[in-house]
């Protein structure tokens, strides 16, 4: 990792001055920037210049992270793992779960695995974005978590807003917007008995930066922080936002449930209003959007009245207007 922080200034370095600094020769030096190509990190090599990360990044940093984080929410968290690399966060959390611990937090800055909704990838390369699992557990079982993805996602829109992404909003059930473009999602997955307590691993991903390749390798279209502000994002401090946010929400949610964000949820709607089409196992069913009931189920009308739709494997478009 040591190389890429020398990069992050966004500046050309020869690879004599890079191996001056590591100590290492510059054989060593082009052998360790093979290894980050190969992990996906964008860099430009230029005869007689040197090398340059393409988009230069802040790298993830525990203390810096900490350094934001409200005492509170520490007090909270019982653990927290940072990987260069993971398969998905979520699960290296499974694997916590199954040792017996709960309460952690797991960020990575690659995933090789990184899994989305409905069994799609999630496009996860280096040093980019964010990637974060919490572990939690919950003491009223499967049935009271029915609104929580779409909590995190007021969550998470908060600590957006307070870095200063104002039109940030949601689209039902868990998706993070900028108008039409998917800026980032929540994946949640269960743990645990019907009635008594269980597991809930919380996986958020946010696209701060996606390189033109990436997009592309997208099958909807997306949007990330760099386009929308031009500038690089403060990773540590916004992932450090997104955590606080987020714990503090899932000890509220333990108390509340969905009720108590129910209507910031319907201030971020992006459909509402809107006609759509939602995509079940049965079938297509087009109706225009009225928002969320305080279960978190979407209330959709159709002509023969009003559809609470319960979250489960389903998927929501726009309908285009001819
Ligand atoms: C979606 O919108 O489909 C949900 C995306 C969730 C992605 C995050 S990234 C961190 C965590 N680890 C994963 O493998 N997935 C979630």
Known sequence: MAILNLLVDGQFHSGEALGASLGISRAA?????????????????????????????ELLDETRIRSHLKPSVQA?????????????????????????????????????????????????????????????????????????????GVAVARALKSYGVEHVGLKWPNDLMIGPRKLGGVLIEVQGEGGGPCDAIIGIGVNFWLSPAHEAGIDKEVVSLYRYFGDAVRRNELAAGIINEVVLLLSEYEADGFASVVSEWRQLDVYRGQR?????????????????????????????????IAMGEVSLRAVSHV
């Open 76 to 152: 909270m968290l019982q653990g927290f793992i940072l990987k260069q690399e993971t398969t998905s966060t979520n699960d290296e959390l499974l694997r916590q779960l199954k040792a017996g611990c709960s309460h952690l937090l797991c960020l990575a800055e690659r995933q090789t695995a990184g899994r989305g909704r409905r069994g799609r990838e999630w496009v996860s390369p280096y040093g980019c974005n964010f990637y974060g699992s919490f572990s939690w557990t919950f003491e009223r079982g499967f049935g009271a978590l029915e609104g929580l993805s779409l909590a995190v």
């Open 276 to 308: 759509v089409s939602i995509t079940q196992h049965q079938g297509v069913i087009e109706g225009v959007a009225e928002g969320v009931d305080e279960s978190g189920a979407l209330l959709l009308r159709v002509d023969d009245g009003l559809l609470h």
């Open 29 to 57: 030096v082009s052998k360790q920037m093979s290894v980050w190509r190969d992990l996906g990190v964008e860099l430009d090599v230029v005869r007689n210049k040197g090398y340059r990360l393409r988009q230069p990044f």
